[in-house]
């Protein structure tokens, strides 16, 4: 298993756990922790023996934004020529299911890519927010976009425009985040999650999350078209057999996990 200067990732059972992990700088989001993290996503998603993702941070923070110190002395071309940035859609585009486990502070790029994940639970210590626009910038790996679509323009322009933080229930009202567990059982409840995704069909929740995401793309219509095509075609897997041939002998499936 890689060695990493920024996060630790472990594997617990059949679900890969990956921490941030900066503590000093409260998580802050560098190019290191940018490269540790696509290592670790393209180990965990060539593993067989893993069938979910957890990103989780400290106790304090989950992650406090991007590095504003990497960031500061940059120019307009360091940024443009290096596409900055770019590279955390590594995550967003992620085959297997992922899971943010957000305890403490989740601002800038740690909201952002929290909300790349596909299910965001929150401790009930986290907080949220888009602060950029504090530092003379805007969010710059999908918050303008992502936020609005997850909790609507009213919010959205609420916080990109004041910068202003919200806890975890006004999150869960918000429909930002699907659940809230206490800040002690947030790994614990995470992993849960994940076990049970990971005791599914592999390939059917990859390409369950795979339609739910078509609809942020797409139109009804062909988002509609997109599902139906993949329904079908889950009959020619070995696991819908399984999976209804269970239920009709009254017993547990045994799905293929590759
Ligand atoms: N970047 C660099 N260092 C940070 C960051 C950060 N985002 N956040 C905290 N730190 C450092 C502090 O500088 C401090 O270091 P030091 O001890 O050397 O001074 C240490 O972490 C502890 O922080 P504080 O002393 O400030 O702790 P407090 O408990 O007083 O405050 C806060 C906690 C409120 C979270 C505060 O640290 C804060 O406001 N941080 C910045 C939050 C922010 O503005 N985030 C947005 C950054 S911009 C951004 O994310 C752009 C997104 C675009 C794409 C992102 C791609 C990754």
Not at 90 to 96: E, V
Not at 99 to 119: N, P, R, S
Not at 143 to 157: C, E, W, Y
Request: with cysteine.
């Amino acid at each position: 298993m890689t060695d990493f200067e920024t996060i630790l990732l472990e594997r617990k059972g059949r679900v890969g756990v990956i921490t941030l992990n900066r503590p000093k700088a409260l998580n802050a989001l560098n190019s290191q922790v940018l490269k540790d993290l696509i290592v670790a996503l393209d180990e965990l998603e060539a593993d067989s023996g893993i069938g979910a993702i957890v990103l989780t941070g400290s106790e304090r923070a989950f992650a406090a934004g991007a590095d504003i110190k990497e960031m500061q002395p940059q120019s307009y071309m360091d940024m443009f020529m290096s596409d900055f940035f770019s590279g955390w859609d590594r995550l967003a585009s992620a085959r297997k299911p992922t899971i943010a486990a957000v305890a403490g502070y989740a601002l800038g790029g740690g909201c952002e890519i929290a909300m790349m994940c596909d299910i965001l639970l929150a401790a009930d210590t986290a907080k949220f927010g888009q602060p950029e626009i504090t530092l003379g910038v805007i969010p710059g790996i999908g918050g303008s976009q992502r936020l609005t679509r997850a909790v609507g323009k009213a919010k959205a322009m609420d916080l990109v425009l004041t910068g202003r933080t919200i806890d975890a229930e006004e999150a869960e009202r918000a429909g930002l985040v699907s659940r809230i567990v206490p800040a002690a059982e947030l790994l614990d409840e995470a992993l849960k999650v994940g076990e049970k995704i990971a005791s599914m069909s592999l390939p059917v929740a990859m390409v369950a999350k795979e339609a739910v995401n078509r609809s942020f793309e797409t139109t009804l219509s062909e988002g509609i078209r997109f599902e139906r095509r993949v329904f079908h075609s889950l009959f020619a897997t070995e696991d819908q057999t399984e999976g209804m041939t269970a239920f009709v002998e009254k017993r547990k499936p045994n799905f293929n996990h590759r």
